[in-house]
């Protein structure tokens, strides 16, 4: 019988409508557990005011700090409302909202890439975070950054192409979700002199989370998006070769020449 003139039977179409709403309530489902992450992380921030574990936020870059979490915040708000507007099939209103999204995705990047470099220049040297001081960190940080920016603009430049941009939007949040993770004191606690934890440092449990989507994703719609995992398989790179880079005097140099 000629395939192209079958007519589809029930339990097809049932199968076919299980393939689209896959993906739409996986990108909302994502969007939902990043956004409680980063509320769990920086409840001290959002709630009191104040930075981890408990300490005022650092004067002389406070106005960043406060600047660049509202920034983010919204990013992660406006990450949950894109998909939900897509699945209630709102397109008018979601390429609008990404007009703004693509500024504040900007925005976010120029302010989070400042915050860095001002952590690395007021914190005190004797500060270590997953064995690094905070110049030496700040490549593991601006990487981050980086990481968000580039997959922001793929997700840009590919927004006609569902299977590629939703992704990138994913790989782009996720990419700056191990400041979140990492101020889980239960999650931190979990990875800190583990194998796994001195391989990848600050990005190790956001490559569980980030694991994790893969393979849901990959459970909803049987079969693996190629896309989301060679952004995963990016990340993962850029984690291990940071931690490694980070210490070595290659890089302390950079780092003196960004902050004297």
């Avoid at 192209?4 to 739409?24: C, D, I, M, W, Y």
């Avoid at 992450?37 to 981890?52: D, K, S, T, V």
């Avoid at 860095?116 to 500060?127: D, F, H, K, Q, T």
């Amino acid at each position: 019988m000629d395939s192209e003139n079958t007519v589809p039977t029930g339990k097809s179409l049932s199968k076919k409508g299980q393939r689209h709403a896959g993906p739409r309530f996986f990108y909302t489902g994502a969007a939902i557990v990043m956004f409680l992450f980063m509320l769990w992380g920086f409840q001290l921030f959002f709630f009191h005011g104040r930075a981890y574990p408990g300490r005022p936020l650092t004067p002389p870059i406070k106005t960043l700090l406060i600047a660049h979490g509202i920034g983010m915040a919204t990013w992660m708000v406006l990450f949950i409302v894109q998909p939900l507007l897509i699945a209630t099939r709102n397109y008018k209103t979601h390429m609008k909202l990404g007009l703004f999204g693509a500024g504040l995705a900007a925005v976010v990047s120029v302010l989070g890439i400042n915050v860095a470099i001002g952590a690395a220049r007021v914190n005190p040297p004797e500060l270590k975070l997953w064995g690094l001081d905070p110049k030496q960190f700040l490549m593991v940080s601006s990487s981050a950054i980086v990481l968000f920016a580039a997959f922001v603009l793929i997700g840009i430049l590919k927004r006609r192409r569902p299977e590629v941009h939703r992704p990138m939007m994913l790989l782009a949040t996720l990419a700056v979700l191990p400041p979140s993770l990492d101020r889980i004191t239960v999650i931190h606690n979990l990875l800190e002199g583990t194998a796994f934890g001195n391989l990848f440092g600050a990005y190790g449990s956001s490559l569980i989370v980030g694991l994790a989507f893969v393979g849901v994703h990959w459970m909803l719609t049987g079969r693996l998006s190629r896309p989301l995992a060679i952004g995963f398989a990016a990340i993962t790179l850029v984690a291990f070769a940071t931690m490694h880079l980070a210490p070595t005097q290659a890089w302390g140099k950079i780092a003196r020449l960004i902050v004297p």
